[in-house]
């Protein structure tokens, strides 16, 4: 067991992103800090579904990491944790070794969760881990066959707008109705792109297991083909669920305000693995911590006091449409249109050149 960290991070998620690219212009505390992630890239999921509508190319999508690593002077440690035991602030990893720190902070985000699966006559394939999603759609892509979607969020309605013009038909399946959470006009709006793409909408339709080539709801089938995209939102990892930190009644981290585990105040959590009231599972809210935890771990590393993380009240979400357009929700608005894709577009790729991505 090496010892000999100060702080590691765990995770290239949207906040360490942030925290990586505040250190790179100056601002990192002194000591011995890694980060551990177990692939080259991060992808950035606001521009997965214009990937795969063909609006990008891979490298418009991803980051690379041991550039910004390097340029903000902490090593990169090319694995992934498979254990944490908090008492001891110790990581399990995927290559066989262990490492223990002085302070650790989880950014790892989240997982789609799958429904029971009886026999093996349909290939399931989750949203997230990126990499092997992407390398498996393209693998999809020689040979297009009817495709259904789990997951009426966000994600879900966007992959299906970017999705549904490449394969034979597409269906998408919702828990809750469309778009929960958003106001019922985007829902509206959403349902009016879908229809106008050839999406079969199934809301109120809970899948609650999948036999051989069917997906069951309420006892019936409701679909059949082969193939079935996870994206379901956000469940925990279940080796943060076995670590010892305090975590909410679905499994999260629960956290203080100053991004701090309750139970473990020497671990710090942010993003999707991370429960606070008032945060969402998303992006922007993830972004919005990086600042307050670069400040605070450099606080944490030199014993000074530690800043609170108030969340916003309200999230701009922009949903691609599949065409170069997006879906505008904000403070209970909502608005569609070509120049919502652009403004989409300028944000996201301002994100991506501030994290060192390439332009083309
Ligand atoms: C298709 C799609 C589109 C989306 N679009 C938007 C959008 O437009 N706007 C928005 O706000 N949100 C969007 N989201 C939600 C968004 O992806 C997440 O909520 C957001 O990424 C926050 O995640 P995070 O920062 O916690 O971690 P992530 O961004 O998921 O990053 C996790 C990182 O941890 C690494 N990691 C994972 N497991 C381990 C491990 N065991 N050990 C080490 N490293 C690990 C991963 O490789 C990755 O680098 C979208 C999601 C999907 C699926």
Redesign the pocket.
């Known amino acids: 067991m090496t010892a000999a960290f100060d702080l590691l991070l765990?995770?290239?998620?949207?906040?360490h992103l942030g925290v990586l690219r505040l250190w790179a212009g100056g601002q990192r505390p002194a000591g011995r800090i890694a980060l551990?992630?177990?692939?080259p890239y991060?992808w950035y999921?606001?521009m997965?579904?214009g990937l795969l509508a063909g609006r990008y190319s891979a490298e418009q999508c991803r980051i690379p990491l041991q550039p910004l690593c390097a340029a903000a002077g902490i090593e990169w440690l090319a694995a992934?944790?498979?254990a944490l035991e908090a008492d001891t602030r110790t990581l399990g990893l995927s290559r066989g070794d262990a490492l223990q720190a002085r302070w650790l902070a989880l950014?790892?985000?989240?997982l789609p969760s799958a429904p029971a699966q009886e026999g093996a006559g349909m290939e399931l394939l989750a949203?997230?881990?990126f990499p092997a999603f992407i390398a498996r759609w393209q693998l999809w892509q020689r040979q297009p066959e009817p495709l259904a979607i789990l997951g009426g969020g966000?994600?879900g309605v966007?992959?299906a707008l970017a999705m549904a013009r490449q394969v034979p038909a597409l269906a998408l399946f919702s828990a809750a109705p469309l778009l929960a959470g958003h106001p019922p006009a985007l829902r509206e709006r959403a349902l009016r792109h879908l229809q106008a793409a050839g999406v079969q909408v199934h809301e109120r339709c809970a899948v609650e297991r999948i036999c051989a080539d069917a997906l069951i709801a309420a006892g019936q089938p409701v679909w059949r083909g082969r193939r079935l995209i996870l994206?379901t939102g956000?469940s925990p990892?279940p080796?943060l669920r076995a670590s010892g930190l305090a975590c909410d009644d679905r499994g999260f981290v629960a956290i203080a305000p100053t991004l701090q585990s309750l139970s473990h105040p020497q671990i710090f959590a942010?993003?999707?693995?991370a429960s606070l009231p008032g945060t969402l599972?998303?992006?922007?809210y993830?972004v919005r911590q990086g600042p307050v935890l670069a400040g605070n771990l450099a606080h944490a590393l030199n014993g000074e006091a530690l800043a609170a993380y108030h969340p916003q009240r309200h999230a701009l979400?922009?949903l691609a449409d599949g065409q170069g357009g997006a879906l505008l929700s904000w403070a209970g608005l909502t608005a569609e249109g070509a120049p919502f894709g652009r403004w989409k577009d300028w944000l996201d790729r301002s994100f991506m050149r501030r994290h060192g991505a390439a332009e083309r």
Do not use: Y
């Open positions: 765990v995770g290239a998620g949207h906040a551990i992630c177990p692939e991060v999921s606001g997965l579904p992934a944790v498979t950014n790892p985000g989240s949203v997230k881990p966000a994600a966007e992959l994206a956000a990892l080796w942010s993003g999707d693995c599972r998303n992006g922007v993830a979400a922009l």
